[in-house]
């Protein structure tokens, strides 16, 4: 998929791919999800229900935890009991890191307590069951941690106590690499990116292949080769799943999307993020820009002609990696760069029943095609905001009044706070991967102008006049609104060319002594700025304005 900013850049790239990243399902068995059915499953596991109690459920968990740990004495599998907090998959990367890759199973068992739904059951006096209820609990969770032919590091955390309520998780870059591999696709990955493809396309062929159909039918069998011969088998043997016909369903609970931009030269890779950095953050409300520190500096030739710093230091030096995030709800939208020359935007979905698209495997499809729409309007938004147009009669003709179908409503005058405030967040909604309400609007305005007075009822006037000047779009058959992109570039130069161009030129224009120290190592911007000022100064002094 091509969005505008990729095509911006396009000259610069080597390449793109898009890539499903991490994938999380929820494994379950949907008869022992509710009373009635728990009770028949137990029936058929031990022929009648009369040692169902509590008593016997805490038996089944310590008989699960003595099978794993005697399985994993004999055959060397380390099984380490985590404590809260601790990072468990940095141990699990430092174990992979010594596994041998021609051998495949699990190679680690982590052990950790985490709040899951058991049943609790109640007898009378009479010892008849009474009550057989749900009740959330801490119990120890298995982390089974697998290395597979097909998608490399797998992990299966499966509860101890029944109903045995699994997840599996999964990482779609491994499933890419193996699978290039096996068609020889030369390429270069390092940790969980791939930073050098000589054949981008044929790449980007191999990983479009998790989007497609068929990945449900790879998600099931990757799923299905491990959970009952290595997992569940400890809780149940083989003869007593068939007997009790336990067989889990899967659903999807998180995915990550990503598209992933290849720059053949790392300073150019710096120097176009952090101008879309600077330009993007304060328009789509980024909250939070966190720096980051990696192991590797990107290569950076010194101006006098001389070798790469890289190559003239022996210590390890580090890069710094810049991430900005906007939350929607349980959704996330990230830009960041990644390695040496790989430029990464990723949209999460942290429950996908926040897509609305439903979370059982067979619509993993939908889930996918929902996140890359998501991302193409993130992308397309950095760069609307990034890459902003006015043209020389946008100002009057915004303070026009405009019709709405058969209703003239008023004009857009930015020169009013308020107007620039509802303007502002809007394109701050821009990026939301499903439009915005007019209660979003009105929650925005009362943010950005720190007054709660502002309501519902003044956003949706304010909201019909972008509206009437084609700044805003109502969705069909939905009360959501978004911001096309053309509109996204007008709001951004309207607002640009007022708060960094003509305030900072007429707040340059006081007396010199009055004026900031100015910096000892200018910018090309603040060049331009001190340009601006000098000869405004004349101008204005021509046209006999005092300054």
Not at 171 to 192: L, M, P, T, Y
Not at 252 to 279: I, P, T
Request: proline fraction near 4%.
């Amino acid at each position: 998929m091509a969005d505008e900013l990729t095509e911006r850049y396009g000259n610069l790239l080597s390449g793109t791919y898009d890539c499903v990243d991490r994938i999380v399902l929820n494994g379950y068995f949907g008869l022992g999800h509710n009373p009635g059915g728990f009770r028949t499953w137990w029936r058929e596991l031990f022929g009648s229900d009369a040692e169902l109690d509590n008593t016997h459920l805490m038996r089944m968990a310590g008989r699960f935890s003595r099978r794993v740990r005697a399985w994993a004495k004999a055959s060397g599998v380390p099984v380490i009991d985590c404590k809260a907090g601790e990072r468990k998959h940095l141990i699990a990367e430092r174990y992979l890191a010594t596994w041998d890759k021609t051998r495949f199973g699990v190679f680690l068992v982590l052990v950790a307590r985490a709040p899951v739904q058991v049943f609790d059951v109640q007898r009378n006096s009479s010892g008849v069951i009474c009550n057989l209820a749900k009740k959330k609990a801490f119990v120890k969770h298995y982390s089974f941690h697998i290395y597979d032919p097909e998608w490399g590091h797998v992990t299966i955390k499966l509860a101890g106590h029944p109903p045995f309520d699994a997840q599996i998780m999964l990482n779609g870059h491994e499933f890419v690499a193996a699978a290039a591999a096996g068609a020889a696709i030369a390429f270069r990955k390092e940790g969980n990116c791939f930073t050098s493809v000589p054949d981008p396309q044929a790449l980007a062929q191999v990983a479009d292949t998790l989007s497609s159909s068929e990945a449900v039918g790879r998600l099931v069998r990757v799923c299905e080769r491990w959970i009952y011969s290595s997992c569940l088998c400890f809780a149940l043997h083989s003869e007593e799943q068939r007997v009790s016909r336990f067989r889990y369903s899967w659903s999807v609970y998180q995915v990550e999307y990503s598209r992933n931009l290849l720059f053949r030269s790392g300073a150019q890779l710096d120097e176009v993020f952090n101008r879309v950095v600077d330009r993007t953050r304060s328009r789509l409300d980024v909250r939070r820009l966190s720096t980051l520190f990696g192991y590797k500096r990107r290569p950076h030739r010194d101006r006098r002609g001389g070798p790469p710093r890289i190559e003239a230091v022996i210590e390890t030096p580090v890069y710094d990696l810049t991430v900005f995030k906007i939350h929607f709800g349980k959704l996330t939208l990230k830009a960041y760069t990644k390695g040496e020359h790989v430029l990464r935007f990723e949209a999460i979905v942290h429950n996908t029943a926040e897509l609305r698209t439903g979370k059982v495997i067979e619509r993993f499809g939908d889930i996918v095609t929902a996140l890359s729409g998501m991302l193409e309007r993130f992308v397309t938004t950095c760069d609307c905001v990034h890459a902003s147009f006015v043209d020389d009669q946008i100002l009057e003709r915004l303070a026009l009044s405009a019709k709405l179908g058969a209703t003239r409503v008023g004009g857009l005058d930015l020169n009013k706070a308020r107007q620039r405030a509802v303007a502002s967040a809007a394109l701050a909604l821009a990026g939301g991967p499903n439009g915005f309400r007019v209660a979003d609007l009105a929650e925005k305005v009362q943010e950005i102008t720190a007054n709660p007075a502002y309501t519902s009822r003044q956003a949706a006037y304010d909201l019909r006049k972008l509206r009437a000047h084609d700044l805003a779009v109502k969705q069909q058959d939905t009360r959501r609104y978004v911001v096309p992109p053309d509109a996204a570039r007008t709001l951004t130069g309207v607002a640009t060319l007022r708060d960094e161009v003509l305030l900072p030129v007429l707040a340059g224009l006081r007396d010199p002594s009055t004026r900031p120290r100015q910096p000892s190592q200018p910018t090309p911007v603040d060049l331009h700025y001190e340009n601006l000022r000098t000869e405004m100064m004349a101008l204005l002094k021509d046209l006999g304005i005092a300054a």
